[in-house]
């Protein structure tokens, strides 16, 4: 089945405590993303990967960290995670990044609670 | 500024009603509009994809319609279920240069249907 999972599904940690959420798709997609969702707005993109070890900053970057040394993961990582960290992330791949045709899947989400 | 507005912010309708979700975008460049369904606590599904000679395109009861003149979409949805309480999100694709499209998401309409 082509899916995308994260791990873990909910999360509550204290402020300055590493962690990092894993990401894998088994589709074979060469684009992968992270947003945050937060109450009253769109989802907002945090990084993106256009491939294996291309990786750049979405519009809020800020306080994250991510890798991809695979073609399947992709994980975020807080290296010193803080209240205002506290939202509903999700991992998302595609073949391409948004083009017409391309659909985008979404993982279920983890919701990450700091205090 | 890229922003997608979806109006209304929630709305509540009897099964078996029709209704119809607004979607006012101001992205440039354009590339496609994307409607997705989220139920509480999962990942956005992808509804529909429509590139800019396409005005209307239609998924089971979901119809979601284009006008790239006005830059307005709406999503009808017919003979609602209650399995259609989710929240319905607007993303608009800009193309930007070097193969890379920039997805710009709205913050949702919360639908309920209620028996």
């Known amino acids: 089945e082509a899916q995308v999972t994260q791990n873990p599904r909910y999360l509550i940690t204290v402020t300055g405590k590493k962690l990092t959420v894993t990401c894998s798709q088994n589709?074979?997609?060469?684009?992968m993303s992270w947003y945050r969702q937060d109450p009253g707005l769109g989802l907002r993109q945090i990084y993106y990967?256009?491939?294996?070890?291309?990786?750049d900053k979405g519009d809020v970057p800020e306080g994250y960290k991510v890798s991809r040394k695979e073609k399947r993961n992709f994980p975020l990582i807080l290296e010193s995670p803080s209240p205002n960290q506290t939202s509903l992330y999700f991992c998302a791949s595609s073949l391409t990044p948004g083009l017409a045709g391309e659909w985008q899947y979404f993982g279920p989400g983890t919701r990450l609670t700091v205090l | 500024k890229n922003q997608v507005e979806q109006s209304p912010q929630s709305l509540i309708i009897l099964e078996g009603k029709n209704c119809t979700l607004q979607c006012n975008y101001t992205v440039s460049p354009f590339s496609n509009l994307r409607w997705y369904k989220q139920d509480t606590g999962r990942g956005p599904v992808s509804l529909t994809i429509m590139t800019f000679s396409e005005n209307t395109k239609s998924n089971g009861r979901y119809t979601a319609t284009l006008d790239a003149d006005t830059k307005q979409s709406s999503l009808h949805i017919t003979a609602s279920q209650l399995s259609d309480s989710a929240s319905y999100i607007c993303?608009?694709?800009?193309?930007?240069?070097?193969?890379?499209?920039?997805?710009?998401f709205g913050a949702g309409t919360r639908l309920a249907v209620h028996p």
């Open positions: 990967s256009m491939n294996v070890e291309v990786t």
């Open positions: 993303v608009v694709s800009s193309d930007f240069s070097g193969g890379y499209n920039k997805l710009i």
């Open positions: 589709m074979n997609h060469e684009y």
